[in-house]
Nanobody
């Protein structure tokens, strides 16, 4: 099994930055793709970004390109989501997800991931 723990959420003003962390434990050697999703109140969970552990390819949804960066520290089994120029529409619960499959972008769906964190709240005020 794989356990994922997110951290780094909070309240920030529009234009500000946050860095989310997703720390994996357990059978981390099984993880080949890690992704970030977010869910706003009353909306479906949506893809934000993903990182393929083999090759290092990354994918991001169009609305965050140029503002968000996904990266991985393999030694720490941690994937980061650096979020800059945050806007109120970025508000939501951010979830880290992982799978033992190598997934291809440009977008991914929640059903493609097997392991999920508990989520961390990001609130951007205007």
């Amino acid at each position: 099994q794989v356990q994922l723990v997110e951290s780094g959420g909070g309240l920030v003003q529009a234009g500000g930055s946050l860095r989310l962390s997703c720390a994996a434990s357990g059978r981390t050697f099984r993880i080949y793709t890690t992704g970030w999703f977010r869910q706003a109140p009353g909306k479906e969970r949506e893809f934000v970004a993903a990182h393929r552990h083999t090759g290092g390819s990354t994918y991001k949804t169009d609305s965050v390109k140029g503002r968000f960066t996904i990266s991985r520290d393999a030694a720490k089994n941690t994937v980061y989501l650096q979020m800059n120029a945050l806007q109120p529409e970025d508000t939501g619960v951010y979830y880290c997800a992982a799978t033992d499959r190598l997934l291809w972008g440009p977008t991914m769906s929640p059903g493609q991931f097997d392991y999920w964190g508990q989520g961390t709240q990001v609130t951007v005020s205007s």
